[in-house]
């Protein structure tokens, strides 16, 4: 019988760390894999602490578990790879979506490449997602936990990662997942906190991050104008990078009306507001898409903008190489460019790609 040996990806949360119990108790050879992402010369000190601690929980139960670990730093591709396009995006007057770089780009590919270095046969990670082999395609799909489920992080993943892909929670709600790690005595894996918001932000503002890494580069964004639909001038603004579609709070403005951001002009300077109604779209055009074959952008498709709600059913109008126009069957509010639309059929991604 064929060793089944995976790679598992763990940071040191309640997620990865049940899955490591589990796939060791389904009788997986386990290598732990830690990866670190935040570098003390760019990223926030609390969020370099937290690594320091999270790595420390991972080499605990690896220890326990008696399975390997492994530690790679990959901060220097992470800033390279993720850090310089979130910047870019705002300098751009885009929003920025940095999990669909990070996982394909980077933290999927070192999972693939020490799988191949320790003659894996698997990789595996804790999210909240399934998978599915269908008409010798592999999906990730929808997780039962439907407050959990992360299959909207994933679109981008080729099939030479998903056909070597676990996902040991996805059949698990996170409260089965926490009862199932205390159940096995490891009360400290069930009780700890989720992460939340953007990993290397922490709690951390993104525009105080995005300040210090702009003087990095030099740049500086003056204050610019708040114009309404028709161009007309309202007031200042404190410059273009700091404000996103759809945004309502923080704008400043000293007018009866409630007003939200409706689009960004970095060019110009100059952010057009308007009251909630003008926000609503009925069809928007993607770029740098990936989809896992033309079939699969056929027929109707349900479309989220966002990782929370805002699921809509759509058809796909292939244009180029270069875009596609998502044409949505009931109009959607404050679609931010620069972030992503994953295409669901039938509960599997299908395909994904970046709002111009």
Request: aromatic fraction near 12%.
């Amino acid at each position: 019988m064929q060793t089944k040996k995976i790679v598992l990806a763990m940071s040191g949360g309640t997620d990865s760390s049940a899955a490591a119990i589990l796939l060791q108790e389904q009788g997986y050879e386990v290598y732990g894999l830690f990866i670190i992402f935040y570098d003390a010369q760019w990223a926030p000190g609390h969020v370099v602490q937290q690594q320091e601690v999270s790595c420390n929980n991972v080499k605990k139960l690896c220890n326990i578990l008696h399975i390997p670990c492994y530690i790679h730093n990959a901060s220097q591709e992470f800033y390279s790879t993720v850090i310089s396009y979130f910047v870019t995006e705002y300098i751009e007057g885009r929003t920025p979506f940095p999990c669909a770089k990070c996982n394909p780009l980077l933290k999927w590919k070192i999972l693939y490449d020490y799988a191949v270095q320790l003659n894996c046969n698997y990789i595996a990670t804790g999210h909240y997602v399934n998978i599915e082999l269908h008409n010798e395609i592999y999906y990730i799909t929808q997780g039962i936990d439907s407050d959990k489920d992360q299959s909207f992080f994933l679109w981008g993943l080729t099939q030479d990662i998903l056909q070597k892909a676990v996902f040991p929670l996805g059949g698990n709600t996170k409260q089965q997942v926490r009862e199932y790690a205390r159940s096995k005595g490891f009360v400290d894996v069930a009780t700890r906190k989720d992460s939340l918001g953007v990993c290397f932000l922490g709690n951390t503002n993104y525009r105080s991050f995005v300040t210090r890494e702009l003087a990095k580069r030099s740049v500086r964004v003056e204050a610019g104008k708040f114009v309404d639909e028709h161009g007309n001038y309202i007031s200042n603004n404190k410059g273009y990078v700091w404000y996103t579609v759809g945004q309502r709070k923080q704008l400043g403005l000293n007018i009866n009306t409630r007003m939200f951001v409706k689009s960004i002009d970095a060019k110009n300077n100059t952010v057009t507001v308007s009251p909630y109604s003008s926000l609503f779209r009925s069809q928007f055009v993607i770029h740098s898409f990936y989809f896992h074959t033309l079939q699969d952008m056929q027929g109707e498709l349900v479309v989220k903008v966002r990782y929370r709600n805002q699921s809509n059913i759509c058809t796909l109008q292939y244009n180029s190489t270069e875009s596609i126009t998502v044409i949505l069957q009931k109009p959607l509010e404050a679609i931010a460019p620069g972030q992503t639309a994953v295409f669901y059929k039938n509960n599997r991604v299908v395909g994904g790609g970046f709002i111009d």
